[in-house]
């Protein structure tokens, strides 16, 4: 059934990108030039035809930039967003602080039109996983991080 949910999700995201051009044009696709240490965080139950390591008990999608794009992992698929999940449950697409490092739209958020389709479908992809109990305490957990990074990175702003 998980297999099943993360092909849904996939599909819903196919063939949507964060902006209406080729968001690669902007940083010379920084988030696709892999190294043996850095990678995109797999959801439970994915399984990807890439090389996979495991990183403090975390699962992560490590490539050498170069893939076929409709084999890419969900995180490849929606970054720099995530399906954010509210302390009451909602689903939202929300710019992922944890890429900050990488990609130059995370920083200027408020300045890119990002395509509403790819953002409506984000959340949708993220109202699919959920129905998973794996996935949802995934996409929980990780909102909680993205919280306390956003704390932290706001802090810093203001020093």
Same mark, same amino acid.
């Not at 953002?119 to 794996?134: F, P, S």
């Not at 993205?146 to 704390?151: C, G, V, Y």
């Given at each position: 059934?998980?297999?099943?949910?993360?092909?849904?999700?996939? $599909?819903? %995201?196919?063939?949507?990108?964060?902006?209406?051009?080729?968001?690669?044009?902007?940083?010379?696709?920084?988030?696709?030039?892999?190294?043996?240490? &850095?990678?995109?965080? !797999?959801?439970?139950? *994915?399984? &990807?035809? %890439? &090389?996979?390591? *495991?990183?403090?008990?975390?699962?992560?999608?490590?490539?050498?930039?170069?893939?076929?794009?409709?084999?890419?992992?969900?995180?490849?698929?929606?970054?720099?967003?995530?399906?954010?999940?509210? *302390?009451?449950?909602?689903?939202? $697409?929300? $710019?992922?602080?944890?890429?900050?490092? +990488?990609?130059?739209?995370?920083?200027?958020?408020?300045?890119?039109?990002?395509?509403?389709?790819?953002? /409506? /479908? +984000?959340?949708?992809?993220?109202?699919? !996983?959920?129905?998973?109990?794996?996935?949802?305490?995934?996409?929980?957990? &990780?909102? /909680?991080?993205?919280?306390?990074?956003?704390?932290?990175?706001?802090?810093?702003?203001? %020093?």
């Amino acid at each position: 059934m998980k297999k099943d949910i993360i092909t849904q999700a996939k $599909a819903v %995201l196919f063939p949507y990108t964060p902006l209406i051009a080729d968001c690669g044009l902007v940083c010379g696709k920084a988030c696709c030039k892999g190294d043996s240490e &850095t990678g995109m965080l !797999l959801f439970p139950g *994915e399984d &990807t035809s %890439l &090389t996979v390591k *495991e990183k403090n008990g975390v699962r992560l999608c490590v490539c050498n930039g170069i893939c076929n794009r409709n084999e890419r992992p969900l995180s490849c698929m929606i970054f720099p967003f995530f399906p954010y999940m509210d *302390e009451n449950g909602k689903i939202q $697409a929300k $710019a992922d602080i944890r890429g900050i490092n +990488v990609c130059p739209l995370i920083s200027h958020k408020n300045e890119v039109l990002f395509s509403k389709i790819f953002l /409506r /479908r +984000v959340a949708r992809a993220g109202r699919i !996983l959920i129905k998973d109990e794996e996935c949802r305490e995934f996409i929980r957990e &990780t909102s /909680r991080e993205m919280d306390t990074l956003e704390k932290f990175y706001g802090q810093r702003k203001g %020093l």
